[in-house]
């Protein structure tokens, strides 16, 4: 696997497809990581451009440091591996939080940033970090609930050594680093600051999506901002109809 | 190759996926499931794909063919259809 050292932090990256590479996949918080892409959208993507993966500090095969979890050093971290790869200016595409994470990075580096392409994504408004840490914060049957919920539809369900590695996974991020204080010590914008980018966005959302708010906010924008909501989906979209999310992606690389 | 020695291959990849947590008792045969024999994580998927790609060459392309199936199939691969297209591919 390929192990990239970004500001002293080693990440697990993965590089697919030929050329140059311009589009950066980010997976959404804890329990996530780059499978989530690597076996829907980004291959596909692949054979269009370059693409790179990465799993985000404290998840899947990147080193788990205690702290820098706040939006500011991962935005940074984000940064730095296009740095390290090389990349100039990217489209990222992002689910959930990675999806967040992509919006600060366009309004931090707008000059690092080509075009985002959003899977229910939050988006960095005020107050984002408490209500994430209040979704994150959970122990006993709530959290393997939450597991439940979010794997439901991954490979091994009912597995319970899986379960039972993610819960230790998720423990460890939530227990044993700063995460929680970082999210909820995290910056945020005015929501005047979304209307302001004018790069090409594509933005899918699910229908029943609690976070359809933040998609309306983006489309309501400007011209720049492709929505596309997709009926009968919630928050989970990718798993909901990830063939009619990767074609919608695929379909807007080849078109942009 | 055999089919035989190619699921020799797959089962060491496997095994050295699974590392500290490989139970002896576990065995890989062709109708080894991924999901409920071998419990294996995504990312661990991720990691038996790349040793697959590195072993096998850029002409076994097994990420672009499990893009192309569905959750449903993904979540029911064997081993055994794992050394299948892998075959298919020579």
Known sequence: ??????????LHVQRL???????????????????????????PVAQLRGVRLYDLRGHGR??????????DTLVD??????????IE???LVGNSFGGLLAVACALRYPER??????????????????????????????????????????????SSRKRNRLAKQAGALVEGTTL??????????????????????????GAESDVLGDGQLLADAGENVVFDVFDGCSHSVIWEATAQVRDRIVRWFGEI | MSREDTLQILAGFIRDVIGDEWDDDMEVAFDTSFSDDLELESIEFVALAESVQAHFGDHVDFVGWISNLELDQIIALTVGEVVDFVESCR
């Open chain 1, 62 to 71: 990147s080193a788990r440091p205690t702290q820098g979890y706040d939006l």
């Open chain 1, 77 to 86: 971290e984000l940064v730095g591996l296009l740095d390290a790869e090389g």
């Open chain 1, 113 to 158: 940033v080509r075009g985002l392409v959003l899977v229910d994504a939050l988006l960095p408004r005020k107050g984002w970090g408490e209500a994430m840490v209040g979704t994150l914060a959970t122990t006993g049957e709530e959290r393997d609930a939450t597991i439940e919920r979010v794997f439901a539809s991954w490979l091994g369900r009912h």
């Open chain 1, 1 to 10: 696997m390929a192990e990239v050292s970004v500001n002293g932090v080693g």
């Open chain 1, 180 to 205: 929680l204080e970082d999210l909820r010590a995290s910056t945020s914008w005015p929501d005047e600051a979304f209307a302001a980018l004018s790069l090409p966005i594509l933005a899918i959302y």
């Open chain 1, 89 to 91: 200016q990217a489209h």
């Open chain 1, 17 to 43: 497809g030929d050329g140059p590479a311009d589009v950066v996949f980010a997976h959404g918080l804890v329990m996530d990581n780059l499978s989530s892409w690597y076996f829907t959208v980004a291959n």
